[in-house]
């Protein structure tokens, strides 16, 4: 997955698959694009490229017993 944060508004925007665009509805219209585990294509953009923040993804740990 890959995560965005705009800025302005404070949405955060997440692509979970190569064809999940999604857009804030904000003035600046922060987008994100080709999320997923195995993407080499991630497309992300706005009106103002200040106003976006990346969010890391966390590895997920797996507990064993």
């Given amino acids: 997955m ?6 302005k508004c404070g949405a955060v925007l997440e692509s979970k698959h190569r064809h999940d665009f999604q857009m804030c509805n904000c003035p600046n219209h922060t987008f ?9 294509y991630i497309r992300y ?15 997920d740990e797996e507990i064993s017993s």
């Fill in 32 to 40: 994100i694009d080709g999320g997923g585990q195995d993407s080499k």
């Fill in 45 to 59: 953009g706005a009106i103002d490229f200040s106003l976006i923040e990346h969010i890391e993804e966390e590895e």
């Fill in 2 to 7: 890959a995560k965005i944060k705009c800025l």
